[in-house]
């Protein structure tokens, strides 16, 4: 695999930016995201601030970030939430089973949500959602994330329907679709 650049649309602009190539081939490269509810009868879910120097800067946001390889679905998503808000996961909603049908090789059968964005353009980005519930005070990760704090449904749903700049397109759609919006 070998980056090259091409322009994407931030949500706001036009932007020039490294994807993972093969050959001519831009991929698609798999992240997961996390809606985090406080408890389990959703009573509340965390949004935070994007913090990275981009121009999304200052959006709402839910945690978010890459798949890496040899991570099962579960353990990618509790350590994007935990280096991004110090949450520690104790319960994911459709986190699924392994199975193992041939010696050696593995599968996941989850039931998440999935968020594309840039599908229309040169760099589409797969997003893996899951609903989650954490235990902790969610922290800051200065240069990463702002000003996490719980929120209740109807605030999320007001601020969608109002506001729907005010976060970022994953955020947006990913929350949009898990509040039948």
């Known amino acids: 695999m070998s980056p090259g650049w091409v322009t994407v649309w931030s949500g706001r602009e036009w932007v020039e930016a490294p994807v993972a190539s093969m050959g001519e081939e831009t991929l698609v490269v798999p992240n997961v995201a996390a809606i985090v509810l406080r408890d389990a009868a959703g009573s509340a879910l965390l949004l935070q601030r994007r913090d990275k120097p981009e121009v999304v800067r200052g959006l709402f946001e839910i945690p978010t970030g890459r798949w890496r390889a040899g991570e099962t679905p579960g353990g990618a998503l509790r350590r994007e939430v935990a ?9 994911i909603r459709g986190e699924g089973r392994r199975r193992e049908v041939h010696p050696r090789w593995p599968v996941w059968e989850v039931e998440p949500a999935a968020v594309v ?13 899951f609903v989650c519930v954490a235990d902790g005070e969610p922290r800051s990760l200065p240069g990463e994330t702002a000003d996490p704090g719980w929120y209740s449904t109807d605030e999320v749903r007001a601020m969608l329907r109002d506001s729907p700049r005010e976060f970022t397109a994953v955020a947006q759609a990913a929350l949009a679709a898990w509040l039948g919006m």
């Open 83 to 91: 280096e991004e808000t110090g949450l520690e996961v104790r319960f």
């Open 117 to 129: 964005v840039g599908a229309e353009g040169a760099y589409p980005a797969l997003l893996v959602v």
